[in-house]
């Protein structure tokens, strides 16, 4: 089974059902739903998202929100020797560089990043597609 990572921007998308991207990035948590592939994201994201959506939905929906995630993905931890990587890494974009050595650093082999930002994964050795690619290249290997 794929696993694959899931940025905060592609989350964001679907919390705050932003178009045009809101159709491509629920088709990608639907896979992981129904067990096609198996999601991942990190603590780092959920504080993210908390913080970007605070303003805009109501503490109880966001909560919700967020539970309903876990259900369907696993967190990586970002903790010191992540830090410490990304701070002495070629990332142009430090919280960026915490998501990729969260999953480096990980053991759960994640095959696939998905965001709409891949200019910012550059350094990236595992393979970066926003969910409209990532769904193309999912429907044509099935």
Known sequence: MEKVFLDSDVLVDVLSERQPFLTDSERVLKLGEVGEIKIYTSTLVF???????????????????????????????????????ALNSNF????????????????????????????DFKASNIPVFTPREYLVKFIANQ
């Open 92 to 119: 142009s974009d430090f919280e960026d560089a915490l998501q990729y050595f969260s999953i480096e650093e990980s053991r759960h082999q994640i095959t696939t990043i998905l965001t709409r930002n891949i200019k």
């Open 47 to 85: 504080a993210n998202i908390y913080y970007v959506l605070r303003k805009i939905t109501s503490r109880g929906t966001l909560i919700a929100n967020l539970n309903a995630l876990l259900e369907i993905m696993d967190l990586l931890s970002v903790d010191e020797s992540v830090v410490k990587i």
